[in-house]
């Protein structure tokens, strides 16, 4: 009987979906390239790419964003993996526009970046360091329990990778910088597996947390990545609950704007319109799908609802592209990164415009 039950069966036809990926990973030559290549480089002939963080932007502008000036603006960066580099250039945007965040909210691959924003970064330092990372840098497979995580001997085992790599090298790069005195305050959604509750580590609630602890847990996903134990309990990336989290800027509610980095939803937050699924050839696939997104769609319209005109969706990336294996060869191949960085500074750059007509002044008094 537990077979039948509701959450049962959506699980497993989000599992159809999940097999289906692999199969595609496995007939596609370049993502096995770039995989193979990162996981398991060869002596001598796999050396690393090196790319160079000149001319991903061009040279500085001030373009003022004269109706936000004095004002507090809020950014969030949600989850999206590897195009959550677009914020990069979404900071770049903003640093133009004369503005810098009142508070920073984001989960999963935004934390990556977010927690380099909050640290007072500028864009050119944040994609100069995030370009000359090395996949050992922030990648630690655990090659010995591979088979026991084939065998699902998964007893003392919560995920394939630990996670200490991208903590050290944060840690290393920011000199262990306290999530609490960061220049700009920060928040990231967080997911604590003992209890099954949502919260927020970031400035407020765990000042005392490094940014590299805060991203190690952003990443980890239970079977992947191994959970972190903050004091009494284990955590992993809230993402899986939210991966929109406007919460913190709803809950203060003295923002005067807001900008959400979208990367993993569809465009400003609209569901497609999937009418006649059930009369197609395997529609039951397109149905699942949009069912497996359901819940999180949901929870980022009834946020975008309660921030009402306060909030601008800023989509960098095309969504899409995030489906299946490219969720995971963004991150793999870094060689992207420029070009999507360019991305989101583009699309921030558009955002603003509205924000960059001069302020009314009232007429003089006669």
Not at 205 to 214: E, F, I
Not at 265 to 284: F, N, S, V
Not at 306 to 324: E, H, I, N
Request: hydrophobic share 45%; aromatic share 10%.
């Amino acid at each position: 009987m537990d077979e039948l039950d509701l959450y049962s069966l959506k699980r497993r036809l989000e599992r159809v979906n999940e097999t289906i990926d692999v199969a595609r990973a496995t007939i596609d030559p370049g993502f096995l390239r770039h995989a193979r290549r990162e996981l398991l480089p060869l002596p001598l002939i796999d050396r690393p790419p090196r790319i160079d963080a000149r001319g991903v932007f061009p040279d500085f502008a001030s373009r003022p964003a004269r109706a936000l000036q004095n004002k507090r603006v809020g950014v969030l960066c949600s989850g999206g993996g590897g195009a959550c580099i677009a914020s990069v250039g979404a900071a770049r945007a903003l640093e133009e526009a004369g503005i810098e965040p009142a508070l920073i909210t984001s989960c999963s691959g935004g934390t990556i970046w977010g927690s380099m924003w909050a640290a007072g970064l500028s864009a050119h330092d944040m994609a100069e360091f995030s370009l000359s990372w090395r996949a050992e840098d922030y990648l630690d497979i655990q090659w010995a329990k591979m088979p026991l995580f084939l065998l699902s001997a998964l007893r003392g085992f919560t995920g394939l990778a630990k996670g200490e790599a991208i903590e050290h090298l944060f840690d290393t790069a920011l000199l262990d910088l306290p999530v609490g005195d960061t220049p700009i305050p920060f928040a990231s959604i967080v997911y604590n597996m003992d209890l099954g509750e949502v919260d927020y580590f970031g400035s407020t609630r765990t000042p005392d947390l490094t940014l590299g602890q805060l991203v190690r847990v952003a990443i980890a996903l239970p079977l992947f990545i191994e959970s972190v134990r903050i004091g009494d309990h284990l955590w992993v990336d809230g993402g899986i609950i939210d991966v929109f989290p406007l919460g913190p800027f709803i809950e203060d509610g003295g923002f005067d704007h807001v900008f959400g980095l979208n990367f993993m939803l569809p465009p400003q937050l609209e569901p497609y319109d999937i009418t006649g699924w059930q009369e197609r050839p395997m529609g039951i696939l397109k149905g699942s799908r949009q069912l497996e997104q359901g819940y999180h769609l949901e929870l980022a319209r009834r946020s975008q609802r309660a921030l009402g005109d306060t909030l601008t969706v800023v989509d960098p990336v095309d969504y899409s592209l995030l489906r299946g294996v490219s969720f995971y060869d963004m991150f793999l191949d870094r060689r992207q990164w420029p070009a999507i960085m360019r991305k989101g500074y583009d699309e921030m750059t558009e955002a603003l415009k509205p924000f960059r007509r001069a302020r009314r002044t009232a007429p003089a008094a006669k």
